[in-house]
């Protein structure tokens, strides 16, 4: 059974920084593609496209307005993956999601697998 737990999410200042870590269990997904989602808080929110990378690394894609400050990488050896996140605006407040899906996608829908999420609070 495949299972994904994030962990450190916190609470930060703004300009502050965050690593985000995702550990897969259960099979291993070095053809896959490992992304990040959040969902900021407030009724009726969507979960949006934060970042991903493809399983050997080889490509990486990120939402406009997280470039240049948030990084995704992976380490197969390890089924895991991370998200650094630095210069947090208090507009990134969310929770964050680690997903996993078979082909290079940005919406929700197209991932398989997804974790229980973790909560990230930026305050001004």
């Known amino acids: 059974q495949v299972r994904l737990v994030e962990s450190g999410g916190g609470l930060v200042q703004a300009g502050g920084s965050l690593r985000l870590s995702c550990a897969a269990s259960g099979r291993t997904f070095s053809n896959y593609v490992m992304g990040w989602f959040r969902q900021p808080p407030g009724t009726g929110k969507e979960r949006e496209f934060v970042a991903f990378i493809t399983g050997i690394g080889a490509n990486a894609v990120y939402v406009d307005s997280v470039k240049g400050r948030f990084t995704i990488s992976g380490d197969i050896a390890k089924n895991a993956w991370y998200l650094q996140m630095n210069s947090l605006k208090p507009e990134d407040t969310a929770v964050y999601y680690c997903?996993?899906?078979?082909?290079?996608?940005?919406?929700?829908?197209?991932?398989?697998?997804w974790g229980q999420g973790t909560q990230v609070t930026v305050s001004s």
């Open positions: 997903a996993i899906a078979r082909a290079p996608m940005t919406t929700a829908s197209g991932y398989d697998y």
